[in-house]
């Protein structure tokens, strides 16, 4: 428990930065009104009359939808927002998954994973974040064939418009998946039961109401694709530069953990009968994840914030919708305020939910 002593200490360092920051906030407002511009957020229920190149937003009566230039100043951040949201969350979930891919590559047996793996490392995190989105962009996604040459595969439909993926999205019969996912939770401590009541609900959400899935597989047209996930080459650039960016660093993260566990886990594994790759994941790994969880978040934190790059190949997230709705309203202040808020509202909840895995996995001791 902290001491009354240090909880008044902290309390005093905090009321004295709460004080400077109304300070400057008050010097700020009494210079705008001494301009004739009073210091208001009432700009955000104007028009905004501009368009995004892509972006959802709400809209009441309407739900998500596009965004457009009728909307309000509002709508528009909310739309940066969610493209914001959108990069981070993906980017977050590629990024863990390539840096762990990283991590055993280099500490594979193999000289040549090994090699190959240490050099994406050391290139990538010795080069500039925003010299590799221009890369992206500009060298790779912007010298794609045009859409009458476009390149298919698979299924997927690769061009200067972007890459168009086969998309997987929720049935009517989900809703039977959803409760056996819920009841499975209930009774996670019976497997059998869990299991068998997961198993139930499938059947009977395709039974009653159809498949709890449904598939889209991008058409080749004259004009476009029918159906299908489109990735713009923007959200394309700026999600594999800060995956590939970010990974690098995760990989790090994840090598230093993995060698953290003792050696005698190793041997102990392999004594019972285990062989390599069943030790690695069955008793090994576990144990990393519990050392890299807390720098994991630094890496987290710096991806989402590094989505304002976005800017500099053109997608519209929440600092480039900021900087036209600051441009046309005059109202920088009050616009910069809010985006810091966002902001730190973002990194505030990433941080809430690693800590909160943290907790999970944390050993207690019992004396």
């Known amino acids: 428990m902290p001491r009354p002593r240090d909880l008044l200490l902290q309390g005093l360092v905090l009321g004295l930065v709460a004080w400077g920051l109304l300070l400057l906030l008050a010097e700020a407002r009494s210079r705008m009104a001494a301009q004739g511009i009073p210091f208001s957020f009432a700009f955000l229920s104007q028009e905004a009359g501009f368009s995004l190149s892509e972006g959802l937003t709400y809209a009441p009566g309407e739900g998500l939808r596009p965004f457009y230039p009728s909307d309000t100043y509002f709508q528009a951040l909310l739309a940066g927002f969610i493209n914001t949201l959108k990069v981070a969350l993906v980017g977050i979930l590629l990024a863990t998954f390539l840096g762990l891919l990283v991590a055993a590559g280099r500490l594979s047996a193999n000289p040549l994973a ?26 790779v996604l912007l010298k794609l064939p045009p859409w009458e040459q476009a390149l ?46 997961l198993v139930l609900g499938l059947f009977l959400g395709w039974a009653l109401w159809g498949p709890p899935f449904s598939f889209s597989a991008p058409e080749k047209g004259a004009f476009g694709t029918r159906g299908g996930l489109l990735l713009s080459p923007e959200f394309a650039a700026l999600l594999f530069g800060l995956v590939v960016y970010t990974a690098a660093f995760i990989a790090e993260v994840f090598r230093g953990a993995i060698l953290a566990v003792p050696k005698g886990q190793w041997e102990a594994a392999y004594a019972l009968g285990l062989e390599g790759r069943d030790a690695f994941r069955l008793i090994v790994l576990p144990q990393a994840v519990r050392i890299a969880v807390p720098p994991l978040a630094n890496q987290y934190l710096n991806l989402a914030k590094n989505t304002s790059l976005g800017v500099a190949v053109g997608y519209p997230d929440l600092f480039s919708v900021y900087s036209t709705v600051a441009n046309q309203s005059g109202r920088s202040l009050e616009a910069i305020l809010l985006v810091m808020a966002v902001y730190l509202t973002l990194s505030l909840s990433i941080s809430a939910v690693v800590n909160t895995y943290n907790r999970r996995v944390a050993l207690r001791w019992r004396l």
């Open 114 to 139: 090994r090699g190959l793996a240490a050099g994406y490392v050391e290139s990538i995190r010795n080069t500039p974040l925003l010299l590799q989105l221009f890369v992206w962009y500009f060298a």
């Open 152 to 197: 298919s595969w698979a299924g997927i439909v690769l061009s200067q418009r972007g890459l168009v993926l086969p998309e997987l999205g929720f049935g009517s019969g989900a809703w039977g998946l959803g409760l056996g996912a819920i009841t499975w939770f209930l009774l996670r401590q019976r497997p059998l039961w869990a299991w068998g009541s």
